[in-house]
């Protein structure tokens, strides 16, 4: 199983600083079933639906996981005219406020409340993801743009 550093670091942190136990069991559980498709962009409001969990709660965990070095956070820039994806950024310092879309051939503005999304991954500690998964979903993005 390949996720299972990933799960091991989850309950660990989590049962050390004595988060929910209901919230923790949905989260190790997830993470146990995931696969790279899942772990590659985690949006942590989104998926709070699909567990049914409170979505502030799991976002305040994922923060508290990502301060303890199990996930990484991604501020995701997305293209004003077809909503991809177009560049990533692990600190929102390094971003710009201009963006281009190699998609649409676009130059864009970015605005926080319009068109950046936060989302996490594994930290590489715990997980890798692979290459050629990373790979087929930016054809799969290019193929529904």
Not at 107 to 131: A, C, G, M
Request: hydrophobic share 35%.
């Amino acid at each position: 199983m390949k996720s299972r550093n990933l799960v091991r670091a989850i309950e660990r942190h989590l049962q050390e600083h004595g988060s929910d136990s209901r919230l923790s069991g949905e989260i190790a559980r997830w993470a146990r079933r995931s696969g790279d498709p899942e772990l590659a962009r985690i949006n942590a409001f989104a998926l709070a639906g699909d567990l049914r969990v409170d979505p502030k709660q799991l976002l305040e965990t994922f923060v508290a996981l990502t301060h303890a070095g199990i996930f990484d956070l991604n501020w995701d820039f997305h293209c004003t005219e077809c909503n991809a994806v177009a560049g990533t950024h692990r600190h929102l310092d390094r971003a710009t406020a201009e963006s281009h879309c190699p998609l649409c051939d676009v130059d864009f503005r970015n605005d926080l409340n319009h068109n950046v999304e936060i989302t996490f991954t594994p930290s590489t500690r715990y997980y890798s993801l692979s290459k050629r998964n990373l790979d087929e979903q930016t054809v799969r993005t290019v193929a529904l743009h």
